[in-house]
C-alpha cells in the first residue's frame, strides 16, 4: 500500500499538493486530513468528492508531519487500499441517546462489516466524554480489538472542535473507519511519562467526567489548595490553558499505575473538576508535576522498543496530547523527529485533547490524557 505524507500552509496548497499526486499517476482511494480549524474544511470535503477519494480527518492544536510538527497547517497521508478493506462512518450524538448508546450501536454495525474490525476513531465536540467511545466498543467488539485515534482540538481555546469524513461535518459526535484486519493490519502503543507524586487521594463525588469531591471536600478547593494557587482566578484564561499539563491525575488501581486523566477547565459555581475522560466515585489518584525533558528520550526509546517486533508499516500515524506541546515546547520536535526514525516511513498526526491507544502490555485500548499514542497501518499481501 502506498502512502505519502503532506503539509501545507493554506486549503489552497493543501488541495494544490494532492493534485501533484494524482497528476503523478498516483491514485489514492483514501485520505487522512488534520487541519488547524480556520481552514476551509467544506472545501476540502468537497475537493475529495470530486476526486472519488474517501475522506476522514478533525481540527487540532497543532499539525504534525514527518520529522516536525507545526501551527496553523493541514497534513494529510494519502493512501490506495482496496476499498474492499476500509469503510468509513459518521455518527452524530441526539438527545434520545447517551454517549454510551450511540457508540455501542456503532459497535454492533462494526461487528457486522468486518469478520475481525479495528477502529481508528477522531471524536468532536467540547463537552462529550470521549472515554465513552472506548467504553461502548467493549461492550460489542473482543477486548483485543485494536481501537486507535483521539479527541479532535481547537488550538486550545475550548469553544468548538470538528470531525469529517467525505460525507460531511461533524461538531458533536465522531468519525470512524473500520478496517479489516485481514487485509490492513493495525498496530500501535501510547507512551506517558507524567509520574503522580505524594499521597493518594480519594475521588468522594463525581459524575462521568467531572470531580465534584476530593477526599469529602470541594474538588476545585481541594486542588487549589493543593498547589498553593491563590491567584487562580486572577488569570483564569492561563491557568486553564495549563492545566492539561501541569496537573494531571495519575489514577491507580490495585495493580499500581492505570490511566491518566487531564483537567480540562472547572467549573465555579459547582466547584467541580472537569476532566477529558471518565473517573469513577471510589477511585483513587495523585496529583502529577510536569515531567523533566528524559522523559522525551524515554519516550523514544519506548517506541524503538515496541518496534522490535513491530518494525513493518506502509503508515505511522502520532496522536500527541495537547499537553505535551504545551510541557515541552518547541523541544516537543525532538520526540517527533525521533520517532519518524525509527520507521522512516510516511508519517503525519496531530495533538489532541485526548488519544485513543494502548500502554505497553494492556490487551484493551483505552481512552488517555498526556500520551505520545502510535499507530501504524501495514497491508497485507
Same mark, same amino acid.
Given at each position: 500500500?502506498?502512502?505519502?505524507?503532506?503539509?501545507?500552509?493554506? $486549503?489552497?496548497?493543501?488541495?494544490?499538493?494532492?493534485?501533484?499526486?494524482?497528476?503523478?499517476?498516483?491514485?489514492?482511494?483514501?485520505?487522512?486530513?488534520?487541519?488547524?480549524?480556520?481552514?476551509?474544511?467544506?472545501?476540502?470535503?468537497?475537493?475529495?468528492?470530486?476526486? *472519488?477519494?474517501?475522506?476522514?480527518?478533525? $481540527?487540532?492544536?497543532?499539525?504534525?508531519?514527518?520529522?516536525? *510538527?507545526?501551527?496553523?497547517?493541514?497534513?494529510?497521508?494519502?493512501? *490506495?487500499?482496496?476499498?474492499?478493506?476500509?469503510?468509513?462512518?459518521?455518527?452524530?450524538?441526539? !438527545?434520545?441517546? $447517551?454517549?454510551?448508546?450511540?457508540?455501542? %450501536?456503532?459497535?454492533?454495525?462494526?461487528?457486522?462489516?468486518?469478520?475481525?474490525?479495528?477502529?481508528?476513531?477522531?471524536?468532536?465536540?467540547?463537552?462529550?466524554?470521549?472515554?465513552?467511545? &472506548?467504553? %461502548?466498543?467493549?461492550?460489542?467488539?473482543?477486548?483485543?480489538?485494536?481501537?486507535? %485515534?483521539?479527541?479532535?482540538?481547537?488550538?486550545?481555546?475550548?469553544?468548538?472542535?470538528?470531525?469529517?469524513?467525505?460525507?460531511?461535518?461533524?461538531?458533536? %459526535?465522531?468519525?470512524?473507519?473500520?478496517?479489516?484486519?485481514?487485509?490492513?493490519?493495525?498496530?500501535?502503543?501510547?507512551?506517558?511519562?507524567?509520574?503522580?507524586?505524594?499521597?493518594?487521594?480519594?475521588?468522594?463525588?463525581?459524575?462521568?467526567? &467531572?470531580?465534584?469531591?476530593?477526599?469529602?471536600?470541594?474538588?476545585?478547593?481541594?486542588?487549589?489548595?493543593?498547589?498553593?494557587?491563590?491567584?487562580?482566578? !486572577?488569570?483564569?484564561?492561563?491557568? $486553564?490553558?495549563?492545566?492539561?499539563?501541569?496537573?494531571?491525575?495519575?489514577? &491507580?488501581?490495585?495493580?499500581?499505575?492505570?490511566?491518566?486523566?487531564?483537567?480540562?477547565?472547572?467549573?465555579?459555581?459547582?466547584?467541580?473538576?472537569?476532566?477529558?475522560?471518565?473517573?469513577?466515585?471510589?477511585?483513587?489518584?495523585?496529583?502529577?508535576?510536569?515531567?523533566?525533558?528524559?522523559?522525551?528520550?524515554?519516550?523514544?526509546?519506548?517506541? !524503538?522498543?515496541?518496534?522490535?517486533?513491530?518494525?513493518?508499516?506502509?503508515?505511522?500515524?502520532?496522536?500527541?496530547?495537547?499537553?505535551?506541546?504545551?510541557?515541552?515546547?518547541?523541544?516537543?520536535?525532538?520526540?517527533?523527529?525521533?520517532?519518524?526514525?525509527?520507521?522512516? !516511513?510516511?508519517?503525519?498526526?496531530?495533538?489532541?485533547?485526548?488519544?485513543?491507544?494502548?500502554?505497553?502490555?494492556?490487551?484493551?485500548?483505552?481512552?488517555?490524557?498526556?500520551?505520545?499514542?502510535?499507530?501504524?497501518?501495514?497491508?497485507?499481501?
Amino acid at each position: 500500500m502506498k502512502s505519502k505524507a503532506l503539509k501545507a500552509r493554506s $486549503t489552497e496548497e493543501l488541495i494544490s499538493q494532492i493534485k501533484d499526486q494524482l497528476n503523478s499517476g498516483f491514485k489514492p482511494s483514501l485520505s487522512f486530513v488534520f487541519c488547524n480549524p480556520d481552514h476551509d474544511i467544506q472545501t476540502i470535503i468537497d475537493f475529495h468528492k470530486q476526486q *472519488n477519494i474517501q475522506l476522514i480527518g478533525c $481540527t487540532t492544536s497543532g499539525e504534525i508531519c514527518m520529522n516536525d *510538527n507545526f501551527e496553523n497547517h493541514a497534513v494529510a497521508m494519502l493512501m *490506495n487500499p482496496n476499498f474492499e478493506a476500509f469503510r468509513i462512518m459518521q455518527n452524530s450524538y441526539d !438527545k434520545q441517546q $447517551t454517549e454510551k448508546q450511540t457508540v455501542v %450501536g456503532f459497535g454492533q454495525e462494526a461487528a457486522k462489516t468486518f469478520n475481525t474490525p479495528s477502529i481508528i476513531f477522531f471524536g468532536s465536540g467540547i463537552k462529550r466524554n470521549h472515554a465513552k467511545l &472506548v467504553e %461502548g466498543i467493549r461492550e460489542t467488539l473482543p477486548a483485543e480489538t485494536q481501537v486507535y %485515534g483521539g479527541a479532535a482540538g481547537d488550538d486550545g481555546y475550548f469553544k468548538k472542535t470538528i470531525s469529517f469524513t467525505h460525507m460531511g461535518i461533524i461538531d458533536d %459526535g465522531f468519525v470512524s473507519i473500520i478496517l479489516d484486519d485481514a487485509k490492513i493490519k493495525v498496530q500501535g502503543l501510547a507512551v506517558s511519562g507524567w509520574t503522580g507524586m505524594g499521597n493518594s487521594n480519594v475521588i468522594t463525588k463525581a459524575k462521568d467526567n &467531572v470531580i465534584y469531591e476530593i477526599n469529602d471536600e470541594p474538588a476545585l478547593e481541594y486542588f487549589l489548595k493543593h498547589f498553593g494557587l491563590n491567584d487562580f482566578y !486572577k488569570n483564569g484564561a492561563s491557568n $486553564t490553558m495549563a492545566m492539561p499539563g501541569n496537573y494531571p491525575l495519575e489514577m &491507580v488501581n490495585e495493580q499500581g499505575f492505570q490511566r491518566l486523566r487531564s483537567i480540562m477547565n472547572y467549573d465555579r459555581d459547582e466547584g467541580g473538576l472537569i476532566l477529558a475522560g471518565t473517573v469513577e466515585e471510589g477511585e483513587t489518584f495523585r496529583f502529577c508535576l510536569p515531567p523533566s525533558i528524559e522523559v522525551l528520550d524515554q519516550s523514544i526509546q519506548n517506541f !524503538k522498543e515496541y518496534s522490535t517486533n513491530n518494525n513493518e508499516a506502509d503508515a505511522v500515524f502520532l496522536i500527541s496530547c495537547m499537553a505535551r506541546k504545551q510541557v515541552f515546547g518547541p523541544l516537543i520536535s525532538h520526540e517527533v523527529n525521533g520517532i519518524q526514525k525509527i520507521w522512516n !516511513k510516511p508519517l503525519i498526526g496531530f495533538f489532541a485533547y485526548g488519544e485513543i491507544g494502548k500502554i505497553s502490555n494492556e490487551v484493551h485500548c483505552d481512552f488517555h490524557n498526556c500520551t505520545s499514542n502510535l499507530f501504524t497501518l501495514k497491508e497485507i499481501v
